[in-house]
């Protein structure tokens, strides 16, 4: 029994796909969508198809673009950096100027940074940290976080541009000044303190108690200079020999090579000891002892001793100066 | 904000022939592990000193560059100094 075709052909549905065979469909089958036959696209025009929604091309067309030319990059090599050039697609690669996405290397040339009005030229540090500026006027370097360090083996020095006049130079021997190269005149120490000075005798046994006891130096290269205030409290014994002021801060220099080490002190005041006028004070070298006089006889300094020139609540204010090793 | 203070013997210096031994004490006062001042008190000590109440590392030195040799000659040294200045 025939279902499916009848005297005016096949009935509607009854040809699935599944009964199509493979290829069995020719171009004259096709609908035609008035596209002509054609190869489109070219070094010129790109293809413009339409395609409706069975999936059937129903347009072609060639559109005309516009490709541009091809760049030509002279001397490049691996890692240069590209610049422009005055030619019409043409660049350079610039064997001067490297990236290899670690380092950024300038081998020839300068890094010119010329803007002057709008502050810093260089900001160095991820907050900006370390920067150097140059206006019209003056150059500055700042820094907001931790200390600058300048790290130089050999001498640190600062010149004048013009000329390259030496006008500091800092050396292993210290700071020395001017064009000044010798090493004993290099300052290589500044020091501020404090001591404790106190009476002695050169034969011991003294013992005192003091109500004001104080000493401050200031130590500048080899000289060093103290200031005391020594008042007495109460004289318990006087010992023997000659009185001095010791502890001081500083060694006096010997006479072994290094120069006399001889130091004067100077008595700003004194109340309430004994001896009469013009105190002062010696040190010896090699000593951290200032010897107390109280005058001078026939030409001679004359010492001082606990028992009959420094009394209870006597007090002495002396400057001492001298040299160290 | 912890502020603490110590003592340094920050440095030890043998000076001389006669080794006196120069010792600089510095007191640093610190504000959480941060150094804030720094300041010295000096003094000198002879080969006649009493180092008893000295730290260990200055008496280390003293012991170590003090032998009887320095300790005469700094004694003979004193007496000659004695001699010359008394008047």
């Not at chain 1, 969508?33 to 091309?57: C, F, K, L």
């Not at chain 2, 010295?40 to 003090?66: G, M």
Request: glycine share 12%; net charge negative; aromatic share 8%.
């Amino acid at each position: 029994m025939v279902t499916r075709i009848d005297t005016d052909g096949i009935k509607d549905l009854a040809v699935k796909t599944a009964k199509i065979d493979n290829d069995a469909v020719g171009p004259d089958q096709l609908a035609d969508t008035a596209v002509t036959a054609g190869s489109y696209g070219s070094n010129t025009h790109i293809p413009e198809i339409t395609i409706d929604a069975q999936g059937r091309i129903t347009a072609a067309n060639a559109a005309a673009v516009s490709i541009p030319a091809g760049t030509t990059i002279n001397n490049n090599a691996d890692n240069r950096v590209i610049t422009g050039s005055g030619t019409a697609n043409t660049l350079n690669g610039e064997s001067g100027v490297t990236y290899d996405g670690t380092n950024f290397t300038l081998s020839s040339g300068r890094l010119n940074l010329t803007d002057e009005g709008n502050g810093q030229q260089l900001s160095i540090g991820a907050s900006g940290d370390f920067n150097i500026e140059h206006d019209s006027n003056h150059t500055y370097l700042g820094n907001n976080t931790g200390d600058i360090v300048i790290q130089n083996d050999a001498n640190v020095k600062i010149t004048a541009k013009s000329g390259g006049t030496q006008r500091f130079r800092f050396d292993s021997d210290g700071l020395k000044f001017g064009t000044d190269t010798a090493a004993a005149n290099a300052l290589d120490d500044y020091e501020e303190g404090s001591f404790t000075p106190v009476y002695a005798m050169s034969g011991g046994g003294q013992n005192v108690d003091y109500h004001d006891q104080q000493g401050q130096y200031v130590k500048i290269g080899k000289f060093v200079h103290c200031s005391i205030h020594l008042r007495i409290d109460t004289v318990h014994a006087n010992g023997s020999g000659i009185a001095f002021i010791g502890g001081l801060p500083f060694q006096g220099a010997s006479n072994t090579g290094q120069g006399p080490g001889y130091g004067t002190g100077a008595v700003g005041y004194i109340n309430g000891q004994g001896g009469g006028d013009w105190w002062h004070g010696y040190v010896e070298q090699g000593q951290t002892a200032c010897y107390l006089y109280y005058g001078v006889s026939s030409g001679t300094s004359q010492n001082v001793n606990i028992a009959n020139y420094l009394y209870n609540a006597g007090s002495l204010r002396i400057s001492i100066s001298y040299q160290i090793t | 904000m912890a502020l603490s203070e110590s003592i340094e013997y920050d440095k030890i210096e043998v000076v001389g022939q006669y080794k006196a031994v120069q010792v600089r004490k510095a007191t640093v006062i610190q504000k959480d592990g941060k150094e804030l001042t720094r300041s010295f008190e000096r003094y000198v000590l002879h080969p006649d000193s009493n180092i008893i109440s000295e730290p260990n590392e200055i008496r280390a030195v003293c012991n170590a560059v003090w032998t009887q040799e320095v300790k005469d000659a700094w004694k003979a040294y004193q007496e000659s100094v004695y001699q010359k200045l008394t008047k």
